[in-house]
């Protein structure tokens, strides 16, 4: 690089099949320093049930999930959260993680109408400055309580949290129901299925899992 004192580099570098978790390297001459700091994150892979596709193998749309990480014990505080796009054909949201230390956590999910899902029982290794991974549709063990649903070969989490009370119950039903009735279009809670209309398909979703009770499951 050369003497050139007081000029700062800055390098990102991408982490190979994890785009949006970035390292970055500050390099200082005029001290002949090398400082690091890199970014922390978590590959997840999930599937939304009601936007699963058993078809194509693919999610009907794109979009936000937010996800924490929360202590293992007694009263499980969150120590750190992410938002990030699920990719609707790899089912992988790539999450920056920058102030938790290492430790381990119980990584938990949210979105604006599945249920909260937690990782399963003990928690996960998270290791600071890495790309940590972890994967809730491979079996319904990855899920605290067994709390995801079958869907063939893969599991997903369960869809029709509308009011987000932790409960898939009347309530749901009766707000999915009232904008089913006038065919509501556009980004909504009561879109279950990813195809922005809420109607008879995104009704049956959240039918079948309130009679079922299903409910978030948390240590």
Known sequence: MGNVY?????????????????????????????????????KIKLIHSGFYNTSTNKLNMRDTVKAYLRNTFSPFSI??????????????ADFKFNHAPSGNYYIVLN??????TWSKEGGESFVKFSVNEYDFT??????YGNNLKQIGSVF??????????SFIDLTDLISVNNNALDFAAGYKPSDLN??????LTDLVLVYNNSTNFVKVIRP
């Open 111 to 116: 979105h604006r109408n599945m249920l909260e």
């Open 138 to 143: 491979s079996a319904q063990s990855q899920a």
């Open 194 to 199: 990813g195809d922005n209309i809420t109607d």
């Open 6 to 42: 007081g000029s700062r580099y800055r390098m990102l570098i991408r982490k190979t099949g994890l785009p949006d978790i970035i390292d970055t390297i500050t390099v200082s001459d005029s001290t002949n320093h090398f400082s690091y700091s890199y970014t922390s994150g978590y």
């Open 156 to 165: 997903g989490c369960f869809a029709g949290d509308v009011n987000k009370d």
């Open 79 to 92: 120590v750190d959260s992410s938002t990030s796009i699920l990719d609707s054909i790899t089912m992988y």
